[in-house]
């Protein structure tokens, strides 16, 4: 059964930091791997999808990578700020999905401090 | 606006009741998904559906019911509910089934007394 880890769990980085999110998965069969933001009360918006043939996707200050091999992607922030503070999770899409099409990490929690 | 729209936003009620989630997406996706999101266990798909007039389970489909009679509407309902369904329900659509992402609308966060 895949699994999909995410550490750390919680994160607060002072604004300005760069910073890296990691997520981990256990079955290299995937179609992609997509990253998503929450906020508190909100729904989750669509930040990256990475093809598990493409190596990194880049948006504005969001650069995410993947290396399906060994299991791992990593999203990084550049110049965070605290409009970034938000929970971020990665889900999988696995190639033999039976009833678990997309399979999500439970997140990390980021905070920005001013 | 476009976009995909849940209603209601917060819902309490009572065990053994019925209750119905509404979803409703503007993109004409064909394909729309149901999870719920708890604490240590994060998201998990309840029911999806592929067109109108095809849903199939999810990882945890017990106790909920799904129809789509039409592309735009994928509502779920909770035929005798029980606090264990207490929870915040997410709907999402995407285009495609394998390489398009997920759009989710902001959830409804259910309490069953």
């Known amino acids: 059964k895949q699994e999909v880890t995410q550490i750390p769990a919680a994160l607060s980085v002072p604004e300005g930091e760069n910073l890296v999110l990691n997520c981990s998965f256990t079955?290299?069969?995937?179609?992609?791997l997509q990253w998503f933001r929450q906020d508190p009360g909100k729904g989750l918006t669509s930040l990256l999808l990475i093809q598990s043939s493409q190596r990194e996707q880049t948006s504005g200050r969001l650069n995410a990578s993947l290396d399906k091999s060994s299991g791992r992607s990593t999203l990084y922030i550049a110049a965070s700020q605290p409009g970034d503070s938000a929970t971020y999770l990665c889900a999988v899409r696995l190639e033999h999905s039976g009833n678990t099409p997309l399979v999500f990490g439970k997140g990390t929690r980021l905070s920005v401090i001013a | 606006d476009a976009g995909i729209t849940q209603s209601p936003r917060y819902k309490i009620t009572e065990t053994g009741r019925q209750v119905t989630l509404m979803c409703h997406q503007t993109?004409?996706?064909?394909?729309m998904f149901w999870y719920r999101q708890d604490l240590g266990h994060g998201l998990r798909l309840i029911y999806y559906s592929a067109a109108a007039d095809i849903t199939d389970k999810g990882e945890v489909p017990d106790g909920y019911v799904v129809s789509r009679s039409k592309t735009e509407n994928f509502p779920l309902t909770l035929e005798s509910a029980t606090r264990s369904q207490t929870s915040v329900y997410f709907c999402?659509?995407?285009?495609?089934?394998?390489?398009?992402?997920?759009?989710f609308g902001d959830g409804t966060r259910l309490s069953i007394l």
């Open positions: 999402a659509s995407s285009e495609s089934w394998i390489n398009q992402p997920q759009h």
């Open positions: 079955d290299s069969a995937i179609y992609n």
């Open positions: 993109w004409s996706h064909s394909y």
